[in-house]
Nanobody
């Protein structure tokens, strides 16, 4: 098991940018982190947790939801056991708590049950 900690959230105006980080820690974090695909999800009040983006263990392939494609960019640095989400052109509808998770399989899915070791989340608020 690995502990994941998200950071980088905050309040930003529409059209602005934020960069989220997801850092892995724990006794096995190094080997565990670099061996797995990772993903970002978000959950707005009263809504279900939804897929945002995912990245293969190598970082060579990335996946995005239709709502963020072209505005968000997911990346990872396995040497630092850290994953990132660069969010540009933010919209009020991007407001949510953002979570990172470790994919249970080599190919990352788009459903929450396909992930494990969730972090505590970081709040992103976009004002209009």
């Amino acid at each position: 098991q690995v502990q994941l900690v998200e950071s980088g959230g905050g309040l930003v105006q529409a059209g602005g940018s934020l960069r989220l980080s997801c850092a892995a820690s724990g006794a096995a974090s190094g080997g565990t982190f670099r061996n797995y695909a990772m993903g970002w999800f978000r959950q707005a009040p009263g809504k279900e947790r939804e897929f945002v983006a995912a990245i293969l263990w190598s970082g060579r392939s990335t996946f995005y939801s239709d709502s963020v494609a072209g505005r968000f960019a997911i990346s990872r640095d396995n040497a630092k056991n850290t994953m990132y989400l660069q969010m540009n052109s933010l919209k009020p509808e991007d407001t949510a708590v953002y979570y990172c998770g470790r994919a249970k399989t080599v190919l990352p899915g788009r459903l929450p049950y396909e992930y494990d070791d969730w972090g505590q989340g970081t709040q992103v608020t976009v004002s209009s």
